[in-house]
């Protein structure tokens, strides 16, 4: 099936770095999702993407939809404690999958020091 | 507007006992999801339903595991009988439609097998 890889697995930054993750697959996807998870909760959406090389921004977020549509990056700016959480990116496939299936990365692990 | 609503928030069994988890989506939203997360991954899907219609469970352990939504709106999702390895989070989570990619999710049920 369908499999995602994300990276980095966890980064540990100090407060006001910027932040870079990614997200791989050997499949194309038909939309990118990019969401944050708290503990205890569910995972908030961030940023959808649905087209090949687009650019989103959603404040200090921006998410890009790689050209092969086999990847997707996230970029955080100028990081705040309370960006801290599990980042998983998701994937749409082409048809053969079924309408509105999600596949999900493993998620990175994002802690700020303050 | 009112988010996505899950209960109970936790759960702890027996192995071989049975559970169920409730889930009510957005308003008006068409399409509701069952996921399942285990500690360290991302989340998994175990069922989709348009309206009262199960549109995939392939990855859903029918051996054990059951779900329905017979007005189109509430969902229950049933394990009998539970395994240790079931211990994850449940995640309920809808979009507007199938057509829709952004899928909001409740807060989860925590699962605990022992």
């Known amino acids: 099936g369908q499999q995602l890889n994300q990276s980095p697995q966890s980064m540990f930054i100090q407060e006001g770095e910027d932040v870079s993750m990614n997200c791989t697959s050997s499949?194309?996807?038909?939309?990118w999702l990019w969401y944050k998870q708290d503990p205890g909760e569910g995972p908030v959406l961030l940023i959808a993407?649905?087209?090949?090389?687009e650019l989103t921004s959603n404040g200090r977020l921006t998410a890009q939809f790689g050209i092969t549509r086999k990847d997707s990056f996230l970029n955080i700016s100028a990081s705040i404690p309370s960006d801290v959480g599990i980042y998983f990116c998701?994937?749409?496939?082409?048809?053969?999958?079924?309408?509105?299936?999600?596949?999900f990365g493993q998620g990175t692990i994002l802690t700020v020091h303050p | 507007e009112a988010g996505v609503a899950q209960s109970p928030r936790y759960k702890i069994i027996e192995k071989r006992q049975s559970v169920a988890f409730w889930c009510n989506p957005i308003?008006?939203?068409?399409?509701l999801y069952w996921y399942q997360q285990i500690l360290g991954q991302g989340p998994k899907l175990l069922i989709q339903?348009?309206?009262?219609?199960?549109?995939?469970d392939s990855q859903l352990p029918k051996d054990r595991f059951s779900a329905e939504r017979l007005k189109g709106v509430d969902s229950t999702l049933k394990i009998q009988p539970a395994k240790l390895e079931d211990s994850a989070v449940y995640l309920c989570?809808?979009?507007?439609?199938?057509?829709?990619?952004?899928?909001?999710f409740g807060p989860g049920t925590r699962l605990t097998v022992t």
């Open positions: 989570a809808s979009s507007l439609d199938a057509g829709s990619y952004e899928q909001y």
């Open positions: 499949s194309i996807f038909n939309t």
């Open positions: 993407l649905y087209k090949a090389g």
């Open positions: 998701a994937g749409q496939g082409p048809g053969g999958t079924s309408y509105g299936k999600l596949t």
């Open positions: 308003s008006g939203h068409a399409t």
């Open positions: 339903f348009q309206n009262n219609g199960v549109v995939d």
